[in-house]
């Protein structure tokens, strides 16, 4: 993966990311949900098994799962990092811009 794409990839996860919990903060009137939330869309994203999988053959999924966490390349973990830093920037704005008093938000 070049720089370039590296740099692509992790803007559009911080723009994704920061456009989707701004909505749900917006709609839900929480401002942290979304970072409870990303480890859960993280899991999803890197393990590639079933979700059901977790239930009915669990040792087995959590044992895919934390092999498939440390296998991550360094180019996944910044632009998975991107998310996170537009999931706490979002949930930063939506602070801010309760406490200068639109009702809005």
């Known amino acids: 993966m070049s720089i370039i ?3 692509l990839s992790m803007l559009l996860f911080f723009v994704l990311f920061y456009g989707i919990s701004f909505i749900l903060n917006m709609i839900l009137k929480t401002t942290w949900l979304m970072v409870l939330v990303y480890p859960v869309i993280v899991v999803l994203i890197v393990d590639g ?10 040792s087995e999924a959590f044992s895919t ?5 440390t296998n991550l390349y360094l180019a996944d973990i910044i632009m998975l990092g ?9 949930g930063m704005t ?5 406490n200068a008093g639109y009702q809005m938000f």
Do not use: D, M, W
């Not at 098994?49 to 669990?58: G, H, L, M, Q, R």
């Not at 991107?82 to 979002?90: N, Y």
């Open 82 to 90: 991107g998310g996170l830093v537009g999931i706490i920037l979002a």
């Open 49 to 58: 098994i079933s979700s059901a999988e977790y239930f009915t053959n669990t």
């Open 94 to 98: 939506i602070r801010y811009l309760r």
């Open 65 to 69: 799962l934390g092999n498939n966490l």
């Open 5 to 7: 794409q590296l740099l």
